[in-house]
């Protein structure tokens, strides 16, 4: 974490949903227009502790499997009190990846789709069960 071996990579969520009338929606942000510059603080995003570990484990490869755990746990909490042309109709999440650079270099930001959920059914060209 500290010297002499600093951390190098910092990052953020972005996770952009779209509602089945077409209307974007950032479902990190409990619905509201998506934003993708860094928070002023970004662990003030993620709720608690508890939600911030959960996060922070997403991102690992070796956790992806939550990926789809989380995926449907956000159709579920959103249609749970969204109706008809409200409801999430799929979305994708993005990990803004920040790099720190030496001697004070303006840091890098990468976009990294970490997964992309259906809530209802795949579209016809990514199902591969579709005749």
Not at 6 to 28: A, Q, R
Not at 75 to 88: I, T, V, Y
Request: charged share 25%; aromatic share 18%.
């Amino acid at each position: 974490m500290f010297a002499p071996y600093p951390m190098t990579e910092d990052g953020w969520y972005v996770i952009p949903g779209i509602l089945k009338n077409g209307t974007e929606v950032d479902l990190f942000r409990q619905g509201k227009k998506v934003i993708w510059q860094k928070p002023d603080l970004v662990s003030k995003t993620y709720g608690n502790d508890r939600w911030r570990k959960y996060m922070l484990n997403i991102w690992l490869r070796d956790n992806a499997d939550y990926r789809l755990y989380y995926g449907q746990y956000l159709c579920r909490k959103w249609n749970r009190d969204h109706f008809g042309g409200q409801q999430l109709d799929r979305f994708k999440i993005y990990y803004m990846l920040e790099e720190t650079l030496p001697n004070y270099q303006p840091p890098k930001v990468e976009k990294v789709v970490l997964w992309e959920h259906y809530c209802f059914e795949y579209p016809p060209e990514l199902d591969s069960n579709a005749s």
